[in-house]
């Protein structure tokens, strides 16, 4: 897609590479509704570890896999394990949802209360949330163990059930209380095991405030190695302040643990359901969106989630586009969005051996807000830089700005990433200074663009 105009010469575009060969685990890939059947994994396995990233997350399913009490079926999920690792890649694995066989075993699905197929008969609503019932959680506690005894040495991440704060009838208590007993039972199996907990559906300090409050009361923070939040924001740019104020939280209470964006995607079409809604996404702003929030993730020095691999259809909802895979509601995958192609150029530059350089460094001297870091890559500097000051939109024309850039680049390339086109940026719009570079002129639009040494890009052909 090569609809940013960009009046430089071109010289290659960026070449993607395999999971193998970028190592990249500053993002993780979402593969998420397989336990609901909402997606076929066997359709979009083989575009997985070409997209580069190394990371998957999975939903673990009870409900799938103990159809008969105390029985244990783990086959459809040791498919997918066993194949995703086969193809190089990694595993955090979601310990959620509940099971309609025990009453008080929680709900299947936050979204729906409609049984699977050979599940016992949907429970009220009042208990679609987190087990409550004493024999719902003693058979939650089975499932979770036999989970973890099952999956040793080939699962190292595991996260808390998803989004439970989204029911409003469950606790801030509730949810502590489950997290600290769900992560004991894995830790008591998998002693090594990092535990991300949480997976709030909030991203507010003081929602994140609340909860590490009862953690640090009980003793029980150092269980955990990330708390994950969720964020969906019309302006993938506007939850900065949010997530400043969650790491000051952090730091209040002298948490260990980080910070992890567990999910976060955008449509690729007008949706009438599921985040980010009711509004007029394309598959072009979906490729602005994406690389905005994950390339900002990184410059912010947080792990995050690409939401998601595949469209999936949510029963009883609709199709939910934002996939990087087009697919049908019969689940088929169609075919490659512009996302895909974006993302493979976004980790193929940004690979396993990008660090992030954490005094900022680069500055956008443009009237309207912005976003600006430096990282570096095998010796080599690169800066990355966006008009952060609204939604993506449609529009084509960069506008103009002046970078400035702590460092020196000797051969400085542009790369706009939704294409993956690489340009040579011109010396005579430098200004070279004791320790510093200014670019004048440099294309300045809603979604990130990327100044690097020329001997880091990996470029096709080269």
């Not at 509730?174 to 004991?184: C, G, M």
């Not at 020095?301 to 049908?328: Q, W």
Request: with cysteine; hydrophobic share 40%.
């Amino acid at each position: 897609m090569e609809k940013i105009r960009i009046d430089l010469p071109e010289i290659g575009r960026i070449k993607a590479r395999n999971a193998s060969e970028t190592q990249c685990r500053h993002w993780t890939l979402g593969c998420e509704t397989l336990d609901r059947d909402y997606a076929d994994y066997d359709e979009y396995k083989e575009y997985l570890a070409p997209l580069g990233l190394v990371k998957i997350r999975l939903q673990g399913g009870w409900g799938k896999c103990e159809k008969v009490c105390g029985v244990y079926d783990f086959a459809w999920l040791d498919h997918i394990i066993d194949d995703a690792r086969a193809r190089g890649l990694e595993i955090l694995l979601e310990t959620d949802y509940g099971n309609p066989l025990y009453p008080g075993g929680g709900g299947i699905d936050p979204q729906r209360r409609v049984p699977m197929a050979g599940a016992a008969p949907v429970v009220p609503p009042s208990e679609n949330g987190l087990p409550r019932s004493p024999e719902g959680l003693k058979a939650w506690d089975n499932w979770v163990r036999a989970m973890a005894e099952h999956f040793k040495g080939r699962v190292q991440e595991w996260a808390m059930w998803n989004e439970p704060d989204t029911n409003k009838e469950t606790t801030a208590q509730e949810i502590v209380d489950f997290n600290i007993r769900t992560a004991e039972i894995i830790l008591s199996v998998i002693p090594d095991a990092k535990i991300a907990g949480l997976s709030m559906g909030a991203h507010q300090p003081t929602e994140l405030s609340k909860y590490m409050d009862l953690f640090v009361k009980a003793g029980k923070a150092d269980l955990f190695t990330w708390f994950i939040y969720h964020s969906y924001t019309i302006n993938p740019d506007s939850c900065a302040d949010s997530l400043s104020g969650m790491k000051r939280v952090l730091d209040d209470f002298q948490i260990r643990a980080k910070l992890r964006d567990g999910e976060s995607g955008c449509p690729s079409e007008y949706m009438t359901a599921f985040a980010l809604r009711n509004l007029p996404w394309t598959e072009f702003s979906q490729c602005k969106w994406d690389l905005r929030r994950y390339v900002g993730d990184f410059g912010k020095g947080v792990e995050s989630s690409v939401f998601t691999i595949c469209d999936f259809n949510h029963i009883g909802k609709g199709l939910n586009r934002k996939g990087l895979l087009y697919a049908d509601a019969d689940r088929k995958v169609i075919r490659k969005k512009p996302s895909y192609a974006a993302i493979q150029h976004m980790v193929s530059l940004f690979d396993g051996e990008t660090k992030l350089i954490p005094a900022c460094g680069a500055a956008v001297l443009a009237e309207k807000e912005s976003f600006a870091f430096r990282a570096e890559r095998r010796g080599g500097l690169m800066g990355a830089w966006w008009d952060s000051s609204s939604t993506p939109a449609e529009n084509t024309e960069p506008e103009k700005a002046d970078l400035m850039l702590t460092g020196d680049i000797r051969e400085p390339m542009l790369c706009e990433l939704i294409s993956g086109r690489v340009f040579a940026f011109p010396e005579d719009r430098i200004l070279r200074l004791p320790g510093r570079m200014l670019f004048r002129d440099v294309p300045f639009i809603d979604t990130p663009l990327v100044i690097a040494e020329k001997n880091i890009i990996p470029i096709q052909g080269r």
